[in-house]
């Protein structure tokens, strides 16, 4: 995982793939904004692509953020979604720290649920039904951002 801090201090986790561009140069990221009660935490994806499925993947009992992060890094979101249609573990035990057991629960939890909504070919969900999802995602982070706000005033 690579971290980067950004001007305001926020510490910003990402896919150490995220920052392969070079220094000074402008990069336009996808964010998604963990509130736990001892932390607010800030991922930042290059893609919507990737964000999504991270989203996907910490939805998984027992996959936290820095697991999802470490598949990100380990494979592209079109080698994770050929490995889960195909249910091939073999492709997910070689991302660090993912065992046979947790690699059988991706396969498992992640079938049909990647697939045209993340850019990739056919054996996913219609266009309409992704805008569909992408705006109930919205409203989703919208309603998450406004109950953290009300915590933190309230607190």
Do not use: W
């Not at 953020?65 to 490995?83: I, K, M």
């Not at 993340?118 to 054996?123: D, E, F, S, T, V």
């Amino acid at each position: 995982m690579a971290a980067a801090r950004l001007e305001r201090g926020v510490e910003l986790g990402s896919a150490s793939v995220c920052f392969s561009r070079s220094s000074g140069a402008e990069v336009r990221l996808f964010t998604h904004l963990v509130v736990r009660e001892d932390a607010h935490l800030l991922y930042g994806f290059a893609t919507e692509g990737e964000r999504q499925v991270f989203r996907q993947l910490i939805k998984i009992s027992g996959v936290g953020p820095r697991t999802a992060l470490s598949v990100l890094s380990g494979l592209s979101v079109n080698d994770l979604a050929q490995a889960v249609s195909t249910q091939e573990t073999g492709r997910i035990v070689k991302v660090p720290g993912i065992g046979k057991k947790t690699a059988e629960r991706l396969l498992l939890e992640l079938k049909g649920k990647l697939g045209v909504d993340l850019g990739l070919p056919a054996g996913g969900v219609a266009r309409s039904d992704a805008a569909q999802g992408e705006r109930m995602l919205i409203l989703i982070d919208i309603e998450r951002l406004m109950l953290s706000a009300d915590m933190a005033l309230a607190g």
